[in-house]
C-alpha cells in the first residue's frame, strides 16, 4: 500500500477528514521551503502537496502565479524541488508528499527518470494540472512503475464517462476541483459541492480530495463533513506574501491557520456528517 | 520518412494528435467544453447551411477571394523565379485573421454562447475577434501583454473602438503568452457563457484543425488561382510562421502536391546564435504549452523563455503542432529570418510593388529574395502576404529616423 493509500485508510479508521497544505516550492525562498513543510505537518497536515514551479501556470489565480514568479526568480528547478523532498525525509518519513505542477518540467526531464527520481527523493504521488487521463500514454506506466500515485482532478464539468476513466487511472485520491475557475476563487458552494460528491462516490472507490476556494477554518470544517480530504493553498499563499519579510511571523501565520482548520475540520466529524 | 507514404489529409487524428504532436493537455474543466466544441464543428463541417452562411460573410464582409497578385517589378528585381503574393493584406480588418475569427464566431453562435474572448498579440487577432463580436452583437474581451498594449497602441485603440474590453495582462513576460494564459484562465472560469477564439493554430485539440480549416481558404484559393493563370501548380511556397496560422492555411491544400515546396519563415530575430528569436521549431525542442505538444523555446528544465522578434505577432515561444509534424516529415522546410532581413523585405515590396506589409509578412518576402534568385526564370513562388503594415508604421518610424 502507498503511504497516501495508508495515511487516507489510517485517517478512515479515526474519523478523520485529511488536511492537505498546498505551497509552492522555494516561495518565499528555496532555503525556508523543508522547514514550512515541517512546520505544516506540526501544526496538523496529513499530506502536502508542494507545487513545482512553471512559467506558464494557465490553471491558477494570481495568488499562485506571483508564489510561482518568487520562485523562479531563484530559479527553482524539479531537481531542486526533489531535494527539497528529499531533505524533508530525513526527518520525515511518514508524511505523505505529492507534487502538483504542470507538465513541461516532466516532460523535459523525460517520465521514466523522472519517475525514478521522484520516487528516491521519496516523493509519494504527482498531480500534473494539464495532463488529462487521455494523454497519460507513458507518463501513468512510468509513474506506477516507480511506485507513484496518480491523482488527476474532476471537475464540476466532467461528465459521469470521463470520470470512470479518471477511476481507472488514478490512484491515491481523486481531486475534486470544487467550482469552475482557477486557485485562489473565493465561492465554495457546499451544497452543490456535495451533491456532486454523492454523485462521485456511486462511481469512484478512491478517497475523494476537494480543493479550491477552501480558506478558512469554515469552510473547512464544512467540506470536512462531506469529504475525505481537505486542500487548501491560495489562502495559505497569501499568508505566506503578506508576511514574506518577517519568516517568524509568517510561520506563526501559517502554523495557525492550518491548526484552526484541523480544530475545525475534527470537530465537525465528531459533530457527525 | 518518405512524405509519398503519408496522407496529411489525415491528421488529426480524433483525439488531435499530429504524430507525436498537439492533442488536448488542458486542465480537467475544459476537458467537456473542449469535447463540446469539436463535436459542434463535426456538425457544422459539412453542414452546407453552416458553409453557405461562413462563404457569404467571406465573400461580403470579408472581400474574398483575395487576388493573387503577380509581382512584376520585385520578380525582375531579383532575377529569378516568378513571384506571386497572395493578398491576405486586402481582407477587412488588414490581415487573414478574420478568415478565422468569422468561422469560430459563427460557431460560438451555434453554440448559444453570448460572451467572446480572445489573446492578442500585435493585436491583428484582436481587432478581427472585437470586429466579429461588434458585427454578430456579442461581448467581447480581449487579453493582451502590458507590454503589446504599449508597442501596438492603434490596435489596441481599434479594439476600443469596436466596443472590446482589453485587458492587460501584467504577469509572465508580459507577452503574447501570457495574455494566452490569462485567456484560458477567464474561459475556465466563464465557460458557461464564454465562447474562446484562439487566433492561432495552437492551443489544444480541436484549435488547431478548426483554425487550419477557417485559414486553408487562402490555399484554395490560390491553389486554384495559379492553376487559372499559370496552368500549373507552383513550385514554392512561402509564408511566416508565428504560431502559423497564415501559413498552414496557404500550406494545407498543397500538402499532397509533393512537387510544391513548403517554406516557413521563423522570426530569427537578432540571429538565432544570440537566443533572442522567436523560432521555436528552428532552434527549440518539443514539449507542452498551451494545451499541446510541438517545439518550444524552453530552458533545460523546462521553463519557457522570453523571445525576441521585431513583429509582435510572431513573437510566440510555441508553433502550431501541425507544423512540428511536417517539419519532422520533412513535408516542410523551416528557416529563421532576421529582424535586418525582414526590414530588407519590408523596404524592397514597399519600393517596388507600392505594398507596404506587415513586419510578420515581411519575414515571408525576405525569404523569397533569398529563394527566387536560386530558382529558374519559369519556376513560380506564391508569397503570402498575410497582413498589411499600417500597423507598424510607430516602429518602421522609428528604425527609420522619421516622424509623423
Known sequence: MSRIASRFAELRAVNRAALIPYITAGDPHPDQTVGLMHHLVAQGADLLELGVPFSDPMADGPVIQRAIERALAHQVSMHDVLAMVRAFRQTDPTTPVLLMGYLNPIEIFGYEAFAREAAASGVDGVLTVDMPPEETAGYNEALQAAGLDRIFLVSPTTPARRVKVIAQKGSGFVYYVSLKGVTGAKTLDVADVEQHLATLRSQIELPLGVGFGIHDAVSAAQVARIADAVVVGSALVHLIETHMNDPEVMRQALGGLVAEMRAAMNQARRQGG | ?404
Open chain 2, 1 to 404: 520518412m518518405p512524405t509519398a507514404a503519408i496522407d496529411f489529409t489525415q491528421y488529426p487524428d480524433e483525439h488531435g494528435h499530429f504524430g507525436p504532436y498537439g492533442g488536448i493537455f488542458a486542465p480537467e474543466t475544459l476537458m467537456a467544453p473542449l469535447e463540446e466544441l469539436a463535436e459542434a464543428y463535426a456538425r457544422v463541417k459539412n453542414d452546407p447551411a453552416f458553409q453557405a452562411e461562413l462563404d457569404a460573410d467571406l465573400a461580403d464582409y470579408v472581400g474574398r477571394p483575395s487576388p493573387l497578385y503577380l509581382a512584376k517589378r520585385l520578380t525582375e528585381e531579383l532575377g529569378g523565379a516568378k513571384i506571386y503574393l497572395k493578398r491576405e493584406d486586402l481582407n477587412h480588418t488588414g490581415a487573414h485573421k478574420v478568415n478565422n475569427t468569422i468561422g469560430q464566431a459563427l460557431l460560438a453562435k451555434r453554440l448559444g454562447k453570448t460572451r467572446i474572448i480572445a489573446e492578442t498579440g500585435a493585436g491583428q487577432h484582436g481587432v478581427a475577434s472585437a470586429t466579429v463580436a461588434a458585427r454578430l452583437g456579442l461581448e467581447c474581451v480581449v487579453y493582451m501583454g502590458a507590454d503589446d498594449v504599449v508597442r501596438q497602441a492603434p490596435n489596441v485603440a481599434r479594439m476600443k473602438m469596436l466596443g472590446a474590453t482589453v485587458v492587460p495582462v501584467t504577469s509572465g513576460t508580459r507577452t503574447l503568452k501570457d495574455a494566452l494564459n490569462e485567456a484560458m484562465r477567464d474561459w475556465v472560469t466563464n465557460v458557461d457563457n464564454t465562447f474562446y477564439i484562439i487566433g492561432t493554430v495552437a492551443g489544444p485539440h480541436p484549435y488547431p484543425m478548426i483554425v487550419r480549416d477557417f485559414q486553408a481558404v487562402i490555399g484554395r484559393e490560390a491553389r486554384r488561382q495559379c492553376l487559372e493563370k499559370e496552368g500549373r501548380l507552383p513550385d514554392a511556397l512561402v509564408a511566416c510562421v508565428g504560431g502559423g496560422s497564415n501559413a498552414i492555411g496557404l500550406f494545407y491544400p498543397f500538402l499532397g502536391d509533393e512537387s510544391v515546396k513548403l517554406y516557413g519563415g521563423e522570426a530569427g530575430g537578432l540571429g538565432l546564435e544570440t537566443g533572442q528569436h522567436a523560432a521555436p521549431v528552428c532552434a527549440g525542442r518539443p514539449g507542452v504549452l498551451h494545451g499541446n505538444r510541438t517545439y518550444l523555446m524552453e530552458d533545460e528544465n523546462g521553463q519557457i523563455i522570453g523571445t525576441h522578434s521585431i513583429s509582435a505577432g510572431l513573437d510566440y515561444p510555441g508553433v502550431g503542432p501541425e507544423h512540428a509534424w511536417l517539419k519532422d516529415t520533412g513535408r516542410a522546410n523551416y528557416v529563421a529570418i532576421t529582424d535586418d532581413e525582414a526590414l530588407e523585405g519590408f523596404r524592397m515590396l514597399t519600393r517596388s510593388e507600392g505594398i507596404i506589409p506587415a513586419l510578420e509578412s515581411s519575414h515571408a518576402i525576405a525569404y523569397a529574395m533569398k529563394l527566387a534568385p536560386t530558382m529558374d526564370k519559369d519556376a513560380i513562388i506564391i508569397v503570402n502576404l498575410s497582413g498589411r503594415g499600417d500597423k507598424d508604421m510607430n516602429t518602421i518610424a522609428r528604425i527609420e529616423g522619421f516622424e509623423f
